[in-house]
C-alpha cells in the first residue's frame, strides 16, 4: 500500500505467488485465486467508469469519458489488494496457532487464546460441515435435489447439526483449559521456540531493508503521479535501488526454503 508503481506491484505480487508455492500453500492458492482473480477485474473494469479524473480520455461511453489515469488507478488498487490478501495465506501457513500462542500467550493469554479460536473457527466449520454432508448424503439428505422447501428443511438440519457439534465440543474445550488451570499462573509451550544467531541476523537484515525502502518510498521513489495525468514509468537510479530492496525483502522466505531444498537434495 505504500508503493503505487505497477512495476514495483505486479513484482511483489509474484514473489508472493512464489514464496506462497515455496511454503507448500498450493491448496490454499487454488481455492482462493478465482474468487481473488474475479474481485481483481471488477475493480479494473468498473473503476474507469465510475470516475471520471484524468486528462487522457481513451473513449466515451454513454456520454461519459473513460480516461488512462482511472483505468492505472484500478489497476495499481487491485493488485495492491491482491498482493496484502495473498500475504494473509503465507500468514497462515507460518504463524500456526502454536506460534501465536507462543508468542502472545504470556502478554494476553486470554486475548491470544481467543484470537486463535477465532482465526481456525470458519475453517474448522467448513470441515465440519463436509463431514456431515457425507454423513446424510449416505442417509440420502442432500441439499442438492428436491423441492425447495425440502432443501430449506435439509439446510436448516445441516446448521443444528452444526451449531450443536460446536458448541458441545467449545464446552469441552473449556472445561479442559479450566482443569488445566489455562491463564491462572505462567504459561509453557508444548513447542519450545528459542531464539539463535541466525534469527536475529534475519531480524537485522529485514529490518534494515524494510527501512531502506520506507525512506525511498518517502523520497517519492517507487510511486508515480496517476491523477490529474499520469505520469512517467521511467526507473531512475533510486528506484532501483528501491526495487530490489522491495524484491530482497518479499523473497528472504524464497532463499531460506531454496537454501534448506538444496542442502537436503545434496545430503541424500
Not at 468498473?46 to 461511453?61: A, E, K, Q
Not at 442417509?139 to 447439526?161: D, E, P, W, Y
Not at 539463535?196 to 541476523?201: E, I
Request: hydrophobic residues 50%.
Amino acid at each position: 500500500m505504500y508503493v503505487n508503481h505497477p512495476i514495483f506491484l505486479l513484482t511483489g505480487l509474484i514473489v508472493i505467488i512464489l514464496t506462497t508455492l515455496a511454503l507448500g500453500g498450493k491448496s490454499q492458492l487454488k481455492t482462493w485465486t478465482p474468487l481473488i482473480t474475479i474481485m481483481a477485474f471488477i475493480m479494473i473494469v468498473l473503476n474507469p467508469f465510475l470516475v471520471s479524473r484524468g486528462t487522457n480520455i481513451l473513449f466515451y461511453f454513454r456520454g461519459k469519458q473513460v480516461t488512462l489515469e482511472a483505468t492505472m488507478y484500478g489497476f495499481v488498487m487491485a493488485l495492491s489488494i491482491v498482493t496484502i490478501l495473498l500475504m494473509f495465506i503465507s500468514f497462515n501457513i507460518v504463524l500456526n496457532g502454536n506460534k501465536f500462542l507462543f508468542i502472545f500467550s504470556r502478554i494476553l493469554p486470554r486475548t491470544a487464546f481467543l484470537i486463535m479460536l477465532t482465526l481456525r473457527f470458519m475453517p474448522l466449520l467448513k470441515e465440519r460441515y463436509e463431514e456431515i454432508d457425507m454423513a446424510q448424503r449416505l442417509k440420502g439428505m442432500t441439499l442438492a435435489h428436491g423441492s425447495l422447501f425440502k432443501r430449506m428443511k435439509n439446510g436448516l438440519t445441516f446448521v443444528q447439526i452444526l451449531l450443536a457439534w460446536s458448541l458441545e465440543e467449545a464446552l469441552q474445550t473449556a472445561d479442559a483449559m479450566k482443569a488445566r488451570g489455562y491463564g491462572t499462573g505462567k504459561t509453557s509451550s508444548y513447542i519450545p521456540y528459542n531464539m539463535q544467531a541466525r534469527d536475529w541476523m534475519s531480524i537485522l537484515y529485514l529490518t534494515l531493508l524494510f527501512s531502506l525502502c520506507l525512506f525511498s518510498g518517502y523520497l517519492g521513489y517507487g510511486k508515480i503521479v496517476i491523477y490529474p495525468e499520469l505520469g512517467t514509468l521511467q526507473f531512475f537510479a533510486l528506484d532501483w535501488v528501491s526495487f530490489f530492496s522491495m524484491i530482497l525483502l518479499f523473497s528472504l522466505p524464497l532463499h531460506i526454503e531454496g537454501r534448506e531444498k538444496l542442502r537436503w537434495t545434496f545430503s541424500r
